[in-house]
């Protein structure tokens, strides 16, 4: 009987720690440019600093990788309203791209419109190596951290840390987040109506178990945070707070442990010999 009880706590024990679900903290745009003083500040930016920060040290043995965005613009980017004569911050303009996702300018009448984006006009912000675009220095960044830089197209905005507003080309935000076993993210920073609601979209599309930490972001337009978080929450993504972390992930972990049983007893046949010798020594 003791035999066979420290056989099934091993194989439980062994199973369940194979399969546990693996977590990265994505921390979007905590940036000299989006903080106090920056060229595009959000408003109380800065108090995400100490929560992020302490999700770090809080939930350290939970957190398998971090990752950080950068938001990266060449001093001539589209989204800057300054590149639009007669147009001033925060007007939003119409866009239009052909079927290689070349922007298309009234210069070119042989043009042939294949997609039309949105985009909101900023300050010029987070300029290709300068001071504005650095990761704040307050940020808790570790080695083994990686750093994702977007919006270097000139020609097309990049709100989500994995892809630009058009869907034309992706970061390597998701090859890393693969590489490395990632099943679930936390996402954080700013701003949380742009691009924390994009890459939290993104990374729920992609199949990621994806948590927005609603008080570890801050929004341009406070106006924006009521339907920005129902529309998270109809796709799928849980909208929860940094103290509630824990509980979360753990039940998560849980689901997918049970979520791999249920598909992997169809279709291993090392699986089913596996249960087979289970079963034998648990009855």
């Not at 929560?51 to 040290?57: F, P």
């Not at 650095?134 to 919006?151: E, F, L, P, R, Y």
């Amino acid at each position: 009987m003791f035999l066979k009880a420290v056989v099934v706590f091993f194989c439980v024990f062994g199973f369940v720690r194979s399969y546990e679900a693996k977590t990265a903290l994505i921390v979007v745009d905590v940036q000299n440019c989006f903080l106090y003083g920056g060229t595009l500040a959000v408003g109380h930016g800065n108090e995400v600093i100490a929560v992020i920060n302490n999700i770090r040290s809080h939930y350290d043995k939970l957190i398998a990788l971090t990752v950080f965005t950068q938001d990266w613009h060449c001093w001539n980017h589209v989204s800057f309203a300054s590149q639009h004569s007669g147009k001033k911050d925060y007007d939003v303009i119409n866009l239009t791209y052909n079927d290689k996702g070349e922007l298309c300018t009234s210069n070119d009448p042989r043009c042939v419109v294949k997609y039309n984006i949105s985009q909101t006009l900023w300050p010029d912000h987070c300029v290709i190596n300068t001071t504005d675009a650095k990761i704040s220095a307050n940020m808790s960044i570790q080695q083994g951290d990686v750093i994702v830089q977007k919006g270097y197209h000139c020609q097309v905005d990049s709100y989500s840390g994995f892809y630009d507003n058009g869907g034309f080309s992706h970061t390597e935000m998701n090859d890393v987040l693969k590489k490395n076993g990632i099943t679930q993210v936390l996402v954080t920073g700013l701003a949380l109506d742009f691009c924390v609601y994009y890459t939290s979209k993104d990374a729920k599309k992609l199949g990621y178990d994806t948590f927005f930490i609603l008080d570890a972001t801050r929004p341009v337009f406070e106006s924006n945070v009521k339907n920005v978080t129902a529309d998270l929450l109809s796709k799928g993504v849980h909208v929860i707070n940094s103290t509630d972390i824990g509980d979360y992930i753990r039940a998560s972990a849980t689901r997918d442990i049970g979520d791999y049983i249920r598909a992997s007893a169809t279709r291993a046949s090392s699986f089913t010999a596996l249960v087979t010798v289970f079963v034998y020594f648990c009855i």
